[in-house]
């Protein structure tokens, strides 16, 4: 018997499909071979791997969300280990250890829940604001900064001051690791079997060594803030954050759980946010900057609703939020129109089958969010940054757009930080628009400067980087 594997470009024998593969924004080239083969499920072999790439929402749907049994493991990796980065909850296999995560982190990030954060992030946006006036060349810095240190103050009651405070330098050396043991194109070397035999991407010698050096910086990362915390707990001194919720919680029951266990569970997901939160956020907030040098009418319609809402000096609030329905489709289309995460990897935990396709067991999957957000029957004209796709003619929010979810990922292991995420864009991209007029800058000799609307490649992909003015639309004068 002959099982049926989907279709794909066709590789040669043990090597597969290497030298098919783009090295580069490979979102596109998985979405042309979908039309290519007619089939929104691909399959390609790479040195003895297969993988499967799900190019539509149905297919997505079909797979992660109703059959999230068999498609809700990670590839989870040497490299991780050896480095400490197995800490990172999101990156850990499927079962009951996963699970205890994501049940912990549920209950401080919850929808229900986000609201006691927002004052936080409202300070953290207002800061930022003064910052891009102060020195607006920076504005990437200042925007990373603000979703760095909110989500350390979040967590941690973590007061960073600047860019150079110790405690930021070390969450970012720890998060730079990640990126070392990454091939670009998003995936985990050690997922390939046949990939640890090629001498320079084998963990050997030089490489456990250099992990070695690696782990002590994840570790103090993980720990130090964690024991720093724990012993102000211990003493009374409670600093409000959601890591002195969380031991506060265990402390007067752990449900039953191995106190040593839930104690990790702790440690790690306090200390997984800032890897999950600060770039993917910021990656976002830049996309915003980018699409409004790119599309000026769409900011102006943007900053006329918040005109009609707010009074003068008062920085948008997420009370805000309903009578303000551009701004939020604005902030979806962000994340629909360039989603930092275009592919999300998973692996198959049973052989299945689909379509009367045959998916073997370990096969790594590719759920393709690019292509399920670039859908050009759910997103007309899909490569257009348009707000107004999500808007009816009376300018309310439609219910029969499908919201652009897969920029979150799909089915259990969706992005849990998600709400808290759309708060921090709704707060920070409502704050710039209401306190700039964002603009394409001039050079020495008075030439606009067109964006080129470049994005990097990548597991994480970014906007190239592009310089924008930012000019004080009113007086800086915010009153609480
Ligand atoms: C615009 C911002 C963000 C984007 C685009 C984003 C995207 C993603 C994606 C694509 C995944 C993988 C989902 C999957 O495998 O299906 C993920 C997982 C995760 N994200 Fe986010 N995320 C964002 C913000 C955040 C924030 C602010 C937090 C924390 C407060 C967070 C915490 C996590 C965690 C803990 C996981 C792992 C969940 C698991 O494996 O079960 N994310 N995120």
Redesign the pocket.
């Known amino acids: 018997l002959r099982y049926r594997l989907p279709p794909g470009p066709k590789g040669l024998p043990l090597i597969g499909n290497i030298f098919d593969l783009p090295r580069r924004f490979e979102w596109l080239t998985y979405q042309e071979w979908s039309r290519q083969y007619d089939s929104d499920i691909v399959h390609f072999e790479i040195l003895g791997t297969h993988v499967v790439v799900l190019n539509s929402a149905a297919a997505a749907s079909d797979l ?1 969300e109703k059959r999230s049994k068999i498609y ?1 493991d ?1 590839p989870e990796t040497t490299m991780l280990h050896l480095t400490g980065w197995n800490r ?5 296999k499927y079962g009951d250890y ?1 699970r205890l ?2 049940r912990v ?1 549920h209950q401080y ?1 919850r929808s229900t829940n986000v609201y006691a954060y927002h004052s936080a992030s409202k300070k953290a946006v207002r800061d930022m604001i003064f910052s891009l006036h102060r020195t607006p060349d920076k504005f990437s810095q200042h925007i990373r900064f603000m ?1 760095g240190s909110n ?1 350390l103050r ?2 941690y009651a973590m007061d960073i001051k600047d860019e150079d405070d110790p405690s930021l330098s070390l969450v970012e050396d720890a998060v730079d690791v990640i990126s070392k043991i990454v091939i670009p194109g998003a995936y985990l070397v050690d997922s390939f079997p046949l990939l640890r035999h090629i001498p320079a991407w084998f963990p050997g010698s030089r490489f456990k060594r250099d992990a070695a050096k690696w782990k002590i910086i994840v570790d103090e990362m993980f720990m130090r803030p964690y024991r720093e915390l724990k012993s102000s707990f211990e003493s009374g001194a409670l600093k409000p954050c959601v890591l002195t919720d969380m031991l506060a919680d265990i402390s007067r029951d752990t449900q039953g759980h191995d106190p040593a266990v839930l104690e990790d569970v702790v440690i790690n ?1 306090s200390g ?2 800032y890897a ?3 770039e ?2 910021g ?2 907030l830049v996309t915003l900057v980018l699409a409004m040098l790119m599309h000026p009418e769409v900011q102006k319609t943007a900053q006329k609703e918040m005109e009609s809402v707010l009074s003068e000096g008062r920085l948008p609030d997420l009370d805000d939020r309903e009578s303000l329905p551009y701004v939020t489709a604005l902030v979806k289309e962000c ?1 629909r129109w360039r ?3 275009p592919l ?3 692996k198959s935990l049973a052989h299945d089958e689909y379509k009367g396709f045959h998916i073997p067991a370990g096969t790594i999957m590719i ?1 393709n ?1 690019w292509a399920v957000l670039h859908d050009p029957e759910t997103y007309p004209d899909p490569d257009t940054f348009n707000p107004s796709r999500f808007l009816d003619d009376a300018g309310r929010l439609r219910k029969d757009v499908p919201d652009p979810w897969a ?12 709400h ?3 708060d ?2 709704w707060l920070a991209a409502a704050g710039m628009l209401a306190a700039f007029s964002i603009e394409k800058p001039v050079d020495e000799l008075g030439n606009v400067v067109e964006p080129t609307g470049e994005y990097l490649p990548g597991g994480i992909s970014s906007p190239a980087p592009f310089k924008a003015a930012f000019k004080a639309r009113s007086a800086l004068d915010f009153a609480e």
């Open positions: 992660f809700s990670k990172n909850w999101g990156l850990i996963w995560h994501r982190f990030f979703t989500i979040i967590v997901t997984t946010t999950a939160a600060a993917t956020t990656i976002t994340t989603p930092p995460i999300i990897i998973r759920g969010a920029t979150f990922g799909f089915g259990r292991r969706i992005c849990p930080g998600r808290f995420a759309l921090v864009l």
